[in-house]
């Protein structure tokens, strides 16, 4: 019912920056929240940044001064612009969303991207 398209991302150099960008589509009503998460080999997937309908924002403590989130709610659209990347940052990044659907019900839904890889070079 909703599908997540996830662009951006790659190989990177250590100090360098990169933007990733989702786009959710479907039956959606509203979104309550949108952000990211990762996944190192061998480790638990993690948060990253996510961002609310009301634009309040909860960041990583490993990427606060690195990372800026933000959303296009016409868009449906959420990016996250990283910079001063380092090879701890490398993982496969995964889109997230929390949506009410156009179903009339208020039961919010979660949904996952299929996931983006960043590598950061050393």
């Known amino acids: 019912q909703v599908q997540l398209v996830e662009s951006g991302g790659g190989l990177v150099q250590t100090g360098g920056s990169t933007r990733l960008s989702c786009a959710a589509s479907?039956?959606?009503?509203?979104?309550?929240?949108m952000g990211w998460y990762r996944q190192a080999p061998g480790k638990q997937r993690e948060l990253v940044a996510t961002?609310?309908?009301?634009?309040?924002?909860n960041l990583a403590d490993s990427v606060k001064g690195r990372v800026t989130i933000s959303r296009d709610n016409a868009k449906n659209t959420v990016n996250l612009q990283m910079s001063s990347l380092k090879p701890e940052d490398t993982a496969v990044y995964y889109c997230?969303?929390?949506?009410?659907?156009?179903?009339?019900?208020?039961?919010?839904?979660?949904?996952w991207g299929r996931g983006t890889q960043v590598t950061v070079s050393s």
């Open positions: 997230y969303v929390e949506v009410v659907l156009t179903t009339g019900h208020s039961t919010a839904y979660q949904y």
């Open positions: 479907g039956s959606i009503f509203s979104i309550n929240f």
């Open positions: 961002i609310t309908n009301g634009e309040r924002i």
